[in-house]
């Protein structure tokens, strides 16, 4: 069965970047067809995708992002990696990373079989 793990700062200052880590337990990040996905959720608010990596190194950002973040992957690990840079107030969320397919790396928002716990971070001076 596969799990995934989030990790995270916590808590980063504004205009930092913000860096998570996904550990895969269970499962490899290149068996054919999954992605892996980056999701958050603002205190209050509903879910927002972020961006995925599939299981051949593709990846796929939502554009609302403007650039800022940035998905990598060690596969010697099975570990997924995001980048937030240039962090605001507005980007305190808990942040899951979950298990999808190809049609989850292009930004639906169904389909996951797999979430992490998910975590918190706040950013704040």
């Known amino acids: 069965q596969v799990q995934l793990q989030e990790s995270g700062p916590g808590l980063v200052k504004p205009s930092q970047t913000l860096s998570l880590n996904c550990v895969v337990s269970?499962?490899?990040?290149?068996?054919?067809?999954?992605?892996w996905t980056w999701i958050r959720q603002p205190p209050g608010k509903g879910l927002e995708w972020m961006g995925a990596?599939?299981?051949?190194?593709?990846?796929y950002y939502n554009t609302s992002l403007n650039s800022r973040a940035f998905i990598s992957r060690d596969t010697s690990k099975d570990q997924f990696s995001l980048q937030l840079s240039s962090v605001t107030p507005e980007d305190t969320a808990t942040y899951y990373c979950?298990?999808?397919?190809?049609?989850?790396?292009?930004?639906?928002?169904?389909?996951?079989?797999?979430w992490g716990q998910g975590t918190l971070v706040t950013v704040s001076s």
């Open positions: 990596i599939t299981f051949d190194g593709t990846t």
């Open positions: 269970g499962g490899s990040i290149t068996t054919s067809y999954y992605s």
């Open positions: 979950a298990r999808g397919t190809t049609t989850q790396a292009m930004g639906a928002m169904w389909g996951y079989d797999t």
